[in-house]
């Protein structure tokens, strides 16, 4: 019969009619408890919680089970339908300006000299401000009557606009207001991608006679590939997920010209105090979601790479 080597304990030990965990695997998990603790509590409860809620047709007064039928009254919901519309659009119209205005601008700031570090301070500053913020500032930009923008028009010789309060101005000039806070962000992140690229590599092409652009085609693009998904989720998430911006802006007006998601979800609990149809819109809100990060994650392959690395 083999003996055990000295000093290898098995993780898990018998005891009588149990099972005993070894000190290091308690300690493991112990660490992890907090995590787990936080999760449990403050998302997995809530989740099911608003699914729950989702089935029922709650409000201030009575709270009913009602099945699918708050899902089934989303297809004919006009201001819903149009909320998904706009959010999609929202989404798609920022999403690729920001990630090509950030690359471009880490391009021009990637260096240590001071023009670059005074060019990253100024793209960074949008950013650390606050949506609240930002969106104060451009509403007095837009606005039809004293606004910057207008009196800019007319200094030269131009005639104003309505800017929000025109229906197919309203969601550009959203958009414009979240590409020019955001593009600091993805310029940082971009930043610190270029910066970790070999520069043996650009030597490389360098002597092989690669001009610039062909350098950034095929090494730096190519190599920050991993923060470019990361990038592309993250941005798509946070589009999905806004609302102070086109609450203080346009309230999603003119005629639900601007409604979100989110903004309809808001309207539905909170002016209306239809708990369990927000709820669903919610749901539906968290599925788009999802799908949208498992596609990304499949299109980086880094869900191949993790089942990979699990087999192995």
């Not at 098995?10 to 308690?26: E, S, V, W």
């Not at 959010?87 to 023009?115: N, Q």
């Not at 940082?188 to 085609?217: C, K, N, T, W």
Request: hydrophobic letters at 50%.
């Amino acid at each position: 019969m083999k003996r055990r080597p000295a000093g290898s304990q098995p993780a898990l030990r018998r005891r009588g009619k149990g099972i005993g965990l070894t000190a290091d695997a308690r300690a493991a998990y112990l660490l992890i408890l907090p995590f787990f603790t936080f999760f449990l509590i403050f998302v997995l409860y809530p989740l099911l919680t608003n699914f729950t809620t989702s089935l029922t047709n709650e409000n201030l007064a009575t709270r009913t089970f009602i099945g699918l039928a708050n899902y089934r009254r989303l297809l004919t919901d006009r201001s819903f339908v149009r909320s998904v519309v706009n959010t999609f659009v929202y989404a798609i119209f920022s999403v690729g300006p920001l990630m090509l205005f950030g690359f471009v601008a880490a391009l021009l700031v990637d260096g240590s000299g001071r023009v670059q570090s005074a060019g990253r301070a100024v793209m960074i500053f949008p950013h650390v401000l606050s949506m609240v913020s930002v969106s104060m500032i451009w509403l007095y930009l837009f606005d039809p009557g004293s606004g910057l923008l207008n009196k800019l028009l007319a200094s030269f010789g131009l005639p104003g606009s309505d800017w929000l309060f025109d229906e197919k101005l309203a969601m550009p000039c959203l958009i414009l207001v979240n590409v020019w806070k955001s593009s600091g962000y993805v310029m940082m992140i971009d930043l610190a991608a270029l910066q970790s690229v070999p520069p043996s590599l650009h030597e490389a092409a360098r002597v092989d006679g690669a001009g610039y652009l062909s350098r950034v085609f095929h090494i730096t693009l190519p190599a920050i590939r991993p923060v470019s998904y990361f990038l592309l989720a993250t941005l798509s998430i946070e589009c999905f997920k806004t609302f102070e911006q086109v609450r203080i802006m346009t309230n999603g007006g003119p005629v639900d010209a601007t409604t979100t998601i989110t903004h309809q979800i808001y309207m539905r609990a909170f002016a209306d105090f239809k708990m369990g149809y927000a709820s669903a819109m919610s749901v539906v809100l968290f599925l788009i979601v999802l799908t949208i990060t498992i596609v990304n994650l499949r299109a980086g392959g880094q869900l191949e790479s993790d089942r990979h690395e699990a087999g192995t």
